[in-house]
RNA sequence: GGUCCUGUAGAACAGUCUGGAGUGUUCGCCGCCCUGUCAAGGCGGAGGUCACGGGUUCAAGUCCCGUCAGGACCGCCA
């Protein structure tokens, strides 16, 4: 070993003891006499002290230590001398006298400081990324990461779960998203492509008697990217034999709670989550990933409307649309042009308008629609919404489905800047029952999660006569408005599976072609199963609280794919394209 | 494929709306001073293709068009 303590171990204990660290060099006070230079590593920070009377013997090497340099250096763990004691660091009560410093490494100077309140451009930090990962967000990030990681897994094996490799070159299912594809040197012409999910091979595990499979899976998909979305991403991937929607999601559960108590925060969460059906989340609060953290939900006010004069209000029920309402808690305080921008941000989500009012502290409501209404409606519509004096009612009349939409987004835009309340910084929500198809472009029913979801059985007599109605055996699991996976019961049985296929559009020969492994797998035995997928990058995203999973992953890539570190995606010599028989299309 | 934001010294920015000499701030860097600091301090200094290309103008960091790069979002993401 070439230290025998970490720059954040030595302690009032060690006093008097010879110390060999090892570190980079923090910053360098130079007082003329007295030089101090503080040696950092990943564990903290530690005062090296140099007087004149030993620098002749530290600095024999004859050179200048400059920032960043990474030295070795001997010396006696000391107490430092009254008055000078930094309460503000663990090391503090101690530092080194140097008795031999060698330089094992020189730094130029660095392209941006470390300090965590130094703001500086991505695409700088990502070009020199081993540099900004010396950085202490990235160092907590990256091992509390760790620590999740390692806590998962203890938790699936704890809960009998096998971990299970599956292949990254596989055959390409081109369902879904478009995928990354590799060509074949052995079989010119022929293409792998990497894996969207381990979704097939898991299943085939499944038939294969593996009974409970788990794996924290690297996969691929070729699509743009966004803050929570890299074209590569990890997934702790889950499926069990036997085994129902419940019995997965507890287990997920299970894992969930190991995760968030790995990294601190198990007292914010508590198994069993709640639980809505899509149904609900879509009415209550206009999207399939509710954020319960945004205040309260939205309300079907139609019945308070049923015999009103105000004539907007009335047409649309007459046509049968609906009124719904979203109170914010003391949003009352808004002034007349941010309820004018209200109005026109309302327009552009698509609403043909949108009714604000303000409960008074007196009871009675502020609005420019006040006087249209009735005594009855106002105390009807502030008892619906349980709306206080202080609050902002919003009201939008329209297409049920749209009224909840636009209320919803308004809902989470208004939430954002207010922030979120303390006691709920993590809202972990299930939402179930989601449809299985949704309707396309091309007409044909395009599968909601995936075709291997099972549809709810009591749905089934309706998947050739109204495919869009039948739900399915999916699920979601949603963390303050982030989905962060989903799963479902899958089918089990061929002919079914044949039947979704066929719902999709699908002719018989392309189904063989493209899924006959797994069809024929399944004549051979194949328990009924279920299983999930949780994504990672995006738990470790909530965890630490970022506002981007590139925070939480070493070497992550820029909206357009690239790796500004290497230069990937880059050129490759001509060659290799010949070997796989792939020639150049020139640019148009 | 689309909408929007950003690009000025090694870093972070101000300056752009309302055109007039590369003006400025903080950090970093270099030199000197300084015997207890801890983001040390003091004095001095260096450092610029205002992302790139074109246009308007007597004059462009500033206005216009295009390109590139980074970011947020829509589409997309079974």
């Not at 055959?171 to 097939?200: F, H, K, N």
Request: charged fraction near 25%.
């Amino acid at each position: 070993m070439l230290r025998t303590h970490t720059c954040g171990a030595l302690r009032e204990g060690d006093i008097d003891q010879q110390a060999t660290l090892c570190g980079w060099v923090d910053s360098i006070r130079d007082h003329g006499g007295v030089l101090f230079i503080d040696l950092r590593d990943y564990s903290g920070i530690t005062q090296l002290v140099i007087h004149p009377e030993d620098a002749a013997h530290a600095f024999e090497i004859g050179e200048s230590v400059r920032n960043e340099f990474v030295l070795s250096v001997d010396g006696a763990v000391r107490a430092r001398p009254e008055g000078t004691v930094n309460t503000t660091i663990p090391t503090g009560g101690i530092e080194i006298g140097v008795d031999k410093i060698s330089i094992l490494s020189k730094s130029d100077p660095l392209p941006f400081g470390l300090s965590d309140d130094i703001a500086t451009d991505e695409s700088t930090r990502l070009r020199f990324r081993p540099v900004d990962l010396r950085r202490a967000r990235l160092q907590r990030n990256l091992r509390t990461r760790a620590r999740v990681f390692a806590a998962i897994r203890e938790s699936m094996a704890d809960q009998g779960f096998v971990d299970v490799e599956t292949p990254t070159l596989i055959r390409s299912t081109p369902e879904g998203a478009r995928d990354y594809i590799v060509p074949s040197r052995q079989s010119v012409g022929a293409w792998y492509a990497l894996p969207q999910s381990p979704q097939l091979f898991k299943q085939l595990l499944m038939v294969g008697g593996l009974d409970r499979y788990y794996q924290i899976a690297r996969c691929w998909r070729d699509e743009d990217l966004r803050a929570d979305r890299q074209p590569e991403f990890t997934q702790l991937d889950v499926e069990a034999s036997f085994a129902q929607g419940d019995d997965v999601r507890g287990w997920i559960e299970e894992a969930m709670v190991a995760a968030f108590t790995a990294a601190g925060r198990g007292d914010e969460v508590q198994a069993p989550f709640m639980t809505m059906t899509w149904q609900e989340a879509m009415d209550l609060y206009g999207s399939d990933k509710p954020d319960l953290r945004a205040g309260p939900p939205i309300v079907d006010v139609t019945s308070v409307f049923g015999r009103t004069e105000f004539r907007a209000f009335a047409a649309t029920i007459e046509s049968g649309g609906a009124v719904r309402g979203w109170c914010m808690r003391g949003g009352g305080d808004r002034g007349r042009s941010q309820m004018d921008r209200l109005v026109e941000r309302a327009k552009e989500l698509g609403a043909k308008g949108l009714v604000w009012l303000v409960v008074e502290p007196d009871g009675s409501l502020r609005s420019p629609v006040a006087r249209f209404l009735s005594d009855d409606e106002v105390g009807a519509l502030k008892k619906s919404l349980g709306a206080e004096p202080g609050d902002l009612i919003l009201l939008a009349a329209d297409e049920p489905r749209l009224c909840s939409q636009v209320l919803g987004h308004l809902r989470l835009e208004l939430a954002a800047p207010a922030g979120h309340s303390p006691e709920a910084t993590l809202a972990p929500l299930w939402v179930l029952d989601f449809p299985l198809f949704e309707s396309s472009a091309t007409g044909e029913p395009t599968p909601a999660h995936h075709p291997f979801t099972s549809p709810i059985l009591e749905d089934l007599d309706k998947l050739e006569t109204a495919p869009l109605e039948v739900r399915s055996a999916a699920y979601d699991l949603v963390i303050n408005g982030v989905e962060l996976g989903s799963g479902s019961e899958r089918i089990h049985d061929a002919v079914l599976q044949e039947r979704i296929f066929e719902t999709m559009g699908m002719a018989s020969d392309e189904i063989h072609a493209r899924f006959g492994f797994l069809l024929d797998a399944f004549k051979y035995g194949v328990p009924p199963h279920a299983g999930f997928a949780v994504g990672l990058d995006r738990l470790a995203m909530i965890i630490l609280d970022e506002p981007s999973i590139r925070e939480t992953i070493a070497f992550p890539k820029t909206q357009t794919g690239a790796d500004l570190l290497t230069g990937a995606p880059a050129p490759i010599d001509p060659r290799q394209l010949v070997d796989v028989g792939i020639a150049q299309i020139p640019e148009a």
